[in-house]
């Protein structure tokens, strides 16, 4: 059986699914006898989805519009660049 | 048979090559579809949502100046992220308060994987707060991560980017970004146990 430690050093295969079929296995019958790396599992893969779940950040709409007016100015300082190759820094 | 294979909803490549010729439009498309992440990542990283503002323009203005270095051969978002991720990281540097913490500190003692509270959770924890309040939780419980943690994290869990393309934007090798992950994981989930375990359960030492 799986000891304690080698299910916490598998812990993340086993969460992103990349883990083989025998992995998944020995994990799958370490936490049916262990109730303390069964919390740890499933308290990990609740950590995780709470995360994917709330952070969704919005964008301030200022932000975005200097973002764009910083870009566009950077497009015609390169075409005038593009047209006047002898100016070099 | 249809033109492009293309699963995306728009067709990055196209876009890619239109701005790349000074179609100022086209990279205005691809600048909508990514900004939100980039400031995101940028603001989670940084933890500073001026530097993460500066990140944001820095990271596109050197994307269209540099956009005929790229190949191509990986995706354009992969590609933003790695230049996201070194503009934040200089900001970073940049913080007095941070030289102490070096990102690419070796952090392999394995003493960040002890285990010290186990109690399990409520069924559904976020519903015990408001959306604000469960935001700022996990907010700081991200802050309270050192930087090497932090950021693998967030590009990771929160941006999904997969194991290899997390290694190429942080210049770091796949193992290393496996333990920074679990150990970023576990130190969470153990800061999120204290507000999200439910009540009357005892709290285990372990090992
Ligand atoms: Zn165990």
């Known amino acids: 059986m799986l000891t304690c430690k080698e299910f916490l050093q598998e812990l993340n295969d086993y969460l992103d699914e990349t883990g083989d079929i025998e992995l998944r296995r020995r994990i799958e019958s370490h936490i049916t006898q262990c109730p303390n790396c069964f919390v740890i599992l499933d308290t990990t893969k609740k950590t995780i989805q709470v995360y994917k779940g709330v952070l969704a950040q919005t964008l301030p709409q200022d932000v975005q519009a200097r973002l764009l007016k910083a870009v566009e100015r950077k497009c015609s300082e390169k075409k005038l660049r593009a047209g006047l190759p002898s100016i070099q820094p | 048979m249809p033109a492009t294979q293309e699963a995306g909803i728009f067709d990055e490549s196209a876009l890619v090559a239109k701005a790349r010729e000074g179609d100022l439009a086209a990279f205005n498309e691809l600048v909508n579809s990514y900004s939100r992440k980039i400031f995101r990542l940028a603001k989670h990283i940084t933890q500073n949502e001026e530097d993460a503002e500066d990140v944001l323009q820095e990271t596109f203005l050197k994307a269209f100046e540099h956009l005929g270095d790229f190949q191509g051969q990986s995706k354009f978002y992969t590609w933003i992220v790695r230049i996201a991720v070194n503009e934040s990281l200089m900001k970073l540097r940049k913080r007095k308060s941070d030289r102490s913490v070096p990102l690419d500190e070796p952090v392999d003692t394995g003493e960040d994987t002890v285990v010290r509270e186990i109690a399990v959770w409520d069924e559904n924890p976020e519903q015990k707060y408001s959306r604000e309040e ?74």
């Open chain 2, 134 to 207: 469960l935001g700022q939780i996990l907010d700081e419980a991200v802050q309270g991560l050192r930087p090497a943690f932090r950021t693998v994290f967030v590009l990771r869990d929160i941006e999904e980017l997969s194991t290899e393309e997390t290694a190429e934007a942080l210049g770091i090798s796949v193992p290393a970004v496996k333990s920074r992950l679990l150990r970023a994981r576990l130190q969470l989930r153990e800061k999120l146990t204290r507000f999200f375990k439910r009540k009357g359960d005892d709290v285990f030492a372990y090992m």
